[in-house]
């Protein structure tokens, strides 16, 4: 089946770093990516969509500013969460579409999640 | 806007028994159905969907989710658990605002006990 990944799994950060986290899609090409942010014993949140070679597409209330998300290939999205601090603590999982029709039958895969911990 | 609600967070279940997790979803527009699951230290996984059709659809490893559009539900069930389901069970819902985007439940966490 395809197969998403994300690196690194885990990172903890002083507060005022930045960290970037990036999404692959190792067998299959995505024009599209998405961003989820989970709390602990919350839903999975979508905090942006990332089309490959040009801008993201923000939630309402998600700061562009601050997630800044990078679709290069169409293999790679990377988010950086700038200048972190203690409350951008939290479980940050991607997805990438596979499918080129944009609709409903295409089905979203997703990466096993990067825990980030700032201090 | 659409919603998705997973009333239970955790179902502690017999192994060998019989299993129901509940879903509930609002929208004012048609939406497609989906269950995933996550297992352990993985990320989430298809276990089937609904797009169009026929109501019931079943995936491989036994489970089964039926589509009611007057109750809004799409309850996901199995007659026979293993201790190999447990896991934490997700609910979504597909719908168009754009490009299509998932709204995900809370989760249920499945313990399937010996």
């Known amino acids: 089946g395809a197969v998403v990944s994300q690196h690194p799994s885990w990172v903890i950060c002083k507060s005022g770093t930045s960290v970037k986290i990036e999404c692959r899609s190792l067998?299959?090409?995505?024009?599209?990516m998405f961003w989820y942010r989970q709390f602990p014993k919350q839903s999975l949140m979508l905090m942006a969509t990332?089309?490959?070679?040009?801008?993201?597409?923000?939630e309402q209330g998600v700061e562009k500013d601050k997630f800044l998300i990078n679709h290069a290939s169409l293999t790679l999205s990377t988010l950086t969460v700038t200048s972190a601090h203690p409350e951008d603590s939290s479980f940050y999982i991607c997805?990438?579409?596979?499918?080129?029709?944009?609709?409903?039958?295409?089905?979203?895969?997703f990466g096993p999640g990067t825990r980030l911990t700032v201090l | 806007a659409q919603s998705v609600t997973q009333l239970d967070s955790q179902v502690p279940v017999f192994e060998e028994a019989p299993v129901e997790l509940r879903c509930n979803y609002s929208s004012s527009v048609s939406v497609y159905l989906f269950w995933y699951v996550q297992y352990p230290n993985q990320g989430l996984q298809l276990l089937l969907k609904?797009?169009?059709?026929?109501?019931l659809v079943e995936s491989i490893n036994g489970f089964e989710a039926e589509f009611n559009k007057s109750q809004t539900s799409f309850h996901l069930r199995k007659p026979s658990v293993h201790i190999s389901d447990t896991a934490e069970y997700f609910c979504a819902v597909s719908a168009f605002s754009g490009t299509y985007k998932y709204i995900f439940g809370t989760g249920t966490r499945l313990k399937v006990l010996a």
């Open positions: 990332s089309n490959e070679g040009s801008k993201a597409t923000y």
């Open positions: 997805s990438a579409r596979r499918g080129t029709s944009g609709g409903a039958m295409d089905t979203q895969y």
């Open positions: 067998d299959f090409q995505a024009t599209t």
């Open positions: 609904y797009l169009s059709g026929s109501t």
